[in-house]
């Protein structure tokens, strides 16, 4: 476990704040929109804001050859799978719902890297783990009646969270030495052929303008999900180990919930608030100072 630093922390929050607000922003989006076409665009217009980000910052966009095989593995486990999924998972189920089946991925993350990358949770990493497990329970509570009904809604989401936990953890072990921002750019490159390439063959029949909430949700994903919330999840990601990463967001599905409450009138119940409570253990049990052993 490590703490954040300074730095980290402000991404953390802003990447917080930006992920749990586009749930409902997303689903105000996809209501009478192709979702993968709905997707396709902002990435496209979210790739001259990511572009010129490292222009300005002068990061150098060069990937070696040798490393692109990598690269498009870690593309597919981390965005293209991920996007594709809960995007369609969106599109049947509420804001808060996608949201919180999207953030098991914690959960996944840390059940992968115990049995196949050679990382065993240590008391706190369990804690961590356990308090997030319960508190997506507590989200879930008044949902699952509701939710037994949409079985490919749930499936979608849970296969995007599995894949996302798998890519975090081979995001963290990746032997490309380029700069995080420059892979997060390729990364959005490769997925929005991809996804572009779906959304013709699967909606193109579906094509039409979108109206003014769909035009502001996609520029809401463009400007602030494609051109900044990737690239600091790359950033945090590839900076501390993955159980801190994944479990260091486990607001976000929070923010999901009570901002679909209160933008799409979402209904709140006491175990939303105590799930609160079991969010911030699991964030503090990997990212709290451990006590140093005296002299």
Known sequence: MQALTRQQLVVLVLLTLTWGINWPVMKLGVTGYPPLTFRALSMWLGLPVLALGLLVLKVPFRIPRSDWRELFWLTTTNMLVWHVCIILAVRTLTSGRAAILGYTMPIFSAVLGALFFASPLGRRAWIGVSAAALGVVLLLWHELTHLAGRPAGVLLALVAAAFWALGTQML????ITAPALAISFWMTVLTAILMAVL??????????MPDGATSGAILYNAVLIFG?????WTYL???LPPVASTLSVMMIPVLGVFSGAAWLKEAVHWQDWAAVFLMMVAIASVLWPARRPAA
């Open 199 to 208: 959304a013709a063959a699967f909606e193109s029949s579906q094509w039409t």
């Open 172 to 175: 963290r072990r990746t032997r």
């Open 237 to 239: 990601a590839r900076g």
């Open 228 to 232: 900044f919330a990737h690239a600091a």
